[in-house]
């Protein structure tokens, strides 16, 4: 009897703060988002698609840094891949945006998963460093190497008009394409971590020995994880270029490459709202510190190193904490933090991960 | 010939640096296991402080580089208390504590840009710009000083390490944490050793090469990336190692410069570490100092 009524109360906490109300957030923020164009300024409207980009960019590199623990602290080369090879494609094969935007994605899934073999065979430490360096590099080499006809060098290349479904690419079109893209990212993502795939690069993440002696192919789903963010990651690469108009090595350089990662653990590494958060907070931070610039990067450490000191699992990770409390207060049996994964209530394998 | 002569001195003056940046990067690493992005603050902390001083309050140099020193000393430790002994309190991994310590970095960055305009600043000629001549091969007196530094404390490093009590207790807490903290050795205090002087070996480094390149604000960033590579070139167990990758990548740095194309030379560097981690992943010299393990 107290049983039933229990479960009865859990229940109406469920439907209060559990995944229902997930999706309404998540809709009511796509709704919010989906109206930017009707009432922001041409400038606050390019902020906000650069925040949209940044999102897909930051969902993307969460796979590997996030679920499958990973020290990928390189994502850059893959985002100047889908720029810059989204505008050789868009020119030379007439595939038109979205065409050159798929091209990319699945090319750069295919890059991805052949150097996610041969890179992922380095320990945490020299991962770190190898990827981390190999984003420099390919930085270097759109600078100093790359061909000039193709953008490399200072002068970058200009995106020729296109049309997305017979809108002008620099109209809104633009960023209603980047928030589809986010938006498709993102439901594909949450159906493939519920599945068996999904639970292998989770598994990955938690624990690789354990992971290996219960079947899982390491080596594949390592790599797998790996190209899954490169292919995400071509895929902002490409919706960059469609949101600016015009691509310079500049844009994929080291800062950009950290400022991705920042986003990642400022927002959290346990569930794919984060990225999207951390993505939102920096890029709108970034344009309102830009009247104190001396002071920005300052501000921005001290916010950043606030979040890693006192935040574990980022802004995200945080709400979700106090949702799972209140709920449990709800309910009527507090819980102690960290006995989420054990709780039925909290299936979500992006939810469990302790950030740690 | 003796062109040839002069760019290789050119060489390992530049390699010695990247050594001894190699050098701070790795003692920090061995004692925490922490990658720290924030080394090249200290570096650049060592260049411009004494730079600021010495043209705003007409300080002695000697007095300049004094204060320079310490205001690295003081943001290491500040890096440690803030920071890294929370989270290893916490056993955090290494993902959020390398982003932690780039959260560290902007706020040094910043701090030290926003009262000086991010500008570059004027370097300070600690020896006279003229070179010496030795035969007819032309050296720079910065990187006569350069050498004979890093050799005097690549030693001295050498000597803490594997001749005293603090070197052994070094060693211990980077091998093996638990095993030292039971024997008594008080891990935060000697964690803290290592930050002190690792900050100031890059401090001085930072200090050292000022003459030779743009100093300012963003100099940090190229010059740890190039600690990095001399560090794991070198492997990160010896106190000798990362000079040796220092002096590798200087040489190579220096005569594609020379040589070849200057814009290709940092490129060249990035493409030795990745070979390089790919065909021996512990460096050239073999030996990883501390247990990493793969979680």
Known sequence: MADRRIKAQRNLAGVLLGRPPRIALGGAALLAAGTLPLWLNTINLYTAGQAVVFAVLGVGLMVSLGVCRQANFGITPYFAFG??????????????????????????????????????????????????VLATAVWEYLEVGFPQSLGGGDNGLVLPTLSVFGYSIFGNAGYYLALASLVVTIAVLAIVMRTRIGRALHALGQDATAAQTSGIDVTHYGALGYAISAAIAATAGALFLYTVGAITPDGFDVGVNVTVLLMVVLGGLSTLAGPVIGAAFIV?????????????????????????????????GQFVRWADHLRGVL?????????????????????????? | MTELITNLIVGAGLGCIYGLIG?????????????????????????????LFITSFRLPTALAVVIGLATAVVSALLLQFTLIEPLLRRNTRII????????????????????????TVPAINYVSALPFKLGSVIIGREYAIIILTTVVLSAGYWVL??????????????????????????????????????????????????????AGVTMGFPLLLNG?????????????????????????????????????????????????????????LGTVGRGITDS
């Not at chain 1, 054990?342 to 992006?350: G, K, N, S, T």
């Not at chain 2, 390490?161 to 024997?183: D, E, F, Q, V, W």
Request: with cysteine; hydrophobic share 50%; proline share 4%.
């Open chain 2, 228 to 284: 990095f590579v001399a560090a794991v070139v070198g492997g990160m167990g010896r106190a000798f190692a990362p000079l040796v990758g220092g002096i590798f990548l200087g040489e190579l740095v220096s005569l594609i410069g020379a040589y070849g194309t200057s814009a290709y030379s940092d490129l060249a560097s990035l493409g030795v570490l990745l070979l390089v981690i790919m065909v021996r992943p512990d460096g050239l």
């Open chain 2, 23 to 51: 050098l701070s990067f790795m003692g920090i690493y061995n004692a925490t296991g922490v990658l720290n992005f924030a080394q090249g603050d200290f570096v650049m902390i060592g260049a411009v402080i004494p730079s």
């Open chain 1, 83 to 132: 720029a810059y090879g989204a505008a050789d494609i868009c020119v030379r094969w007439h595939l038109g945006a979205v065409g050159a935007l798929l091209a990319v994605t699945v090319v750069s899934g295919i890059g991805g998963y052949l150097i996610g073999r041969i890179v992922l065979r380095l320990r945490q430490f020299t991962l770190a460093l190898a990827t981390f």
């Open chain 2, 96 to 119: 959020p504590m390398a982003i932690g310590t780039f959260a560290f970095s902007l706020v040094i960055e910043g701090a030290v840009g926003g009262s000086s305009t991010y500008g």
């Open chain 2, 161 to 214: 390490l594997h001749k005293t009590y603090l070197g052994l207790a070094l060693r211990a807490i980077g091998s093996n944490p638990l095993g030292a903290m039971s024997i008594g050795i008080r891990e935060e205090r000697v964690r803290s050793l290592a930050f002190v002087i690792s900050a100031l070996i890059a401090a001085l480094s930072g200090f050292l090469v000022a003459p030779l390149v743009t």
């Open chain 1, 284 to 316: 709108v931070l970034n344009q309102k510190l830009e009247s104190a610039l001396s002071y920005s990067v300052l501000i921005d450490g001290l916010v950043l190193l606030a979040v890693v000191r006192f935040l574990p699992d980022g802004l995200a």
């Open chain 1, 331 to 356: 309910s009527g049996e507090p819980r102690e933090p960290g006995s989420d994964s054990l709780d039925p209530a909290a299936p979500d394998p992006l939810a469990t991960g302790s950030g740690g």
